[in-house]
């Protein structure tokens, strides 16, 4: 693997049903009780779909199917990158292992909805998918 490949932070942009799923933070202290997309970090040697399928599967306790990205990339401290990506539920309900809770939205909800400031960059982006789906 390249070491200076950029380290990744993948977020999951979960639609079904015209709606997207949220997570609510429960950390930093100045995130907490935001809504985000929920993901994490990818490892090294892990491609992003294996990374964020794994956080997901830690996250939410669902199987899912990653997809394309979505948005544009977003600059994270310490050399970092926030991407998002499409993706579908393969299997289970998704749950709130390590966030206070999870909630479908759709458009118009998003666009009222207290969201993380690194998510907001892609709420041009998911407002168009939610409304094309």
Known sequence: MDTNAVREVAAAAIIAGGRLLL???VAPPELAGMWELPGGKIEPG???AQGL?????????VDTAVGG???ADVPLPKGMVLRAYL???RDGTPTAL???AVRWVDAAE?????LVPNDRAWLAELTAVLHAG
Request: avoid cysteine; aromatic fraction near 0%; proline fraction near 3%.
């Open 23 to 25: 997570a609510q933070r």
């Open 46 to 48: 892990e491609t992003p």
């Open 53 to 61: 399928r794994r956080e997901l599967r830690e996250e939410l306790g």
């Open 69 to 71: 990205r979505i948005g």
């Open 87 to 89: 993706v579908s539920l």
């Open 98 to 100: 390590e966030h206070s």
């Open 110 to 114: 998003l666009a009222a909805v207290d």
